[in-house]
């Protein structure tokens, strides 16, 4: 999705030609790219994919021919496939947020919040490479900028609740959001719960929705702003949806669900911009509902996450000025 959000801020800005090149496993987002208007390359998924994906990507790449830039978004990938890449390719960016492996690239970009965020990638990319670090950089749609210009200010009280923990959530949370907002018994609070399309428990997300009064179920949204601005409370994971709700000021919950959330997401919490729990597997639906009614009862502190959160981010995301003119110039092809 961030990629994505990349590739609408490149072609609003004039780029001619924008590939996507992805692999097609379970709850691939293909179908969904093209419907924005994007080439897709598919190429097989099987156990033992990364063992030829360097070979596979350089003759797409080389099919494709006149790629200015490769915009790089894999945790598997490193400096040995980057550089197999440099034939093919003008130069090269990479997204990135564990800073656990080295680069071979021109631009990197992570967007996250670190305590050591500005020698993270120290001896991990060459001293050519420009870095974009921090949350100002996040990548976020223009529908956030075109709501934050008329965000209400919250006073704390939360009269309604957003659920939501990215786009696939294979653990499940969102079921134990509901079980944990069932178990606090305040059906005057409007609940919307929010899934991805690559959510394999949508069927049952949705019924179990059904059940709780003043509820509403989305699947895919494309009003996500919209919904968070609308929301005093949001229950939800780390990643890229942290951004969004700091940068709407949306005080939150939340629980770790990956590794590379874990540093991020306390390293928010420790700012005060947001409730961290932890690892979502230590946190039950009862210990989930506790923090949900200590929030409830909370107002001048939600107030007080709002603001941090708001904070952190700056004067809002500078993608259009940075990540994207770093990669435009004079350059009109992208991948």
């Known amino acids: 999705m961030r990629c994505l959000t990349l590739a609408d801020g490149l072609r609003a800005k004039g780029a001619e030609k924008i590939y996507f090149v992805c692999r097609l496993p379970p709850g691939n987002l293909c179908q969904y790219l093209e419907s924005k208007g994007h080439v897709v390359y598919r190429m097989p998924c099987s156990p033992q994919w990364l063992e030829t994906d360097a070979e596979d990507t350089r003759t797409l790449l080389a099919g494709i021919g006149g790629i200015n830039w490769l ?22 960016m990479v997204i990135d947020d564990l800073a656990d492996r080295p680069h071979d690239c021109d631009l990197l970009l992570d967007q996250n919040l670190y305590e050591n965020m500005e020698t993270r990638y120290r001896g991990l990319v060459q001293e050519h490479c420009r870095q974009l670090l921090g949350p100002k950089y996040a990548l976020l749609r223009p529908e956030f900028r075109d709501v934050r210009k008329n965000l209400r200010k919250r006073d704390g009280a939360v009269h309604r609740i957003l659920v939501f923990f990215g786009g696939s959530d294979p653990t499940n949370e969102t079921a134990k959001a ?58 939800g994971a780390g990643g890229t949806a942290t951004w969004e709700r700091c940068f709407l000021g949306l005080p939150s919950i939340t629980m770790i669900v990956a590794r590379n959330q874990a540093d991020t997401t306390a390293a928010v919490a420790a700012h005060g911009a947001a409730w961290n729990l932890g690892w979502s597997g230590g946190v039950s639906p009862d210990r989930l509902a506790d923090s949900v009614k200590m929030a409830l009862d909370s107002p001048a502190l939600l107030r007080y996450i709002g603001l941090n959160a708001m904070r952190i981010m700056g004067n809002g995301p500078f993608y259009k000025s940075a990540v994207v003119q770093a990669i435009m110039g004079d350059d009109n092809a992208v991948a």
């Open 71 to 92: 915009v790089v978004d894999h945790y598997a990938l490193d400096s040995r496939w980057e550089t197999q890449m440099r034939p093919y390719a003008r130069k090269i």
């Open 178 to 235: 509901l079980e944990a907002v069932r178990m606090i018994k305040r059906p005057d609070i409007h609940l919307d719960v929010v899934v991805g399309a690559a959510n394999p428990h949508q069927n049952q997300i949705k019924k179990l929705c059904s059940t709780l009064p003043n509820t509403a179920y989305f699947c895919q949204v494309s009003n996500m702003a919209k919904l968070m601005a609308e929301a005093d409370l949001a229950i």
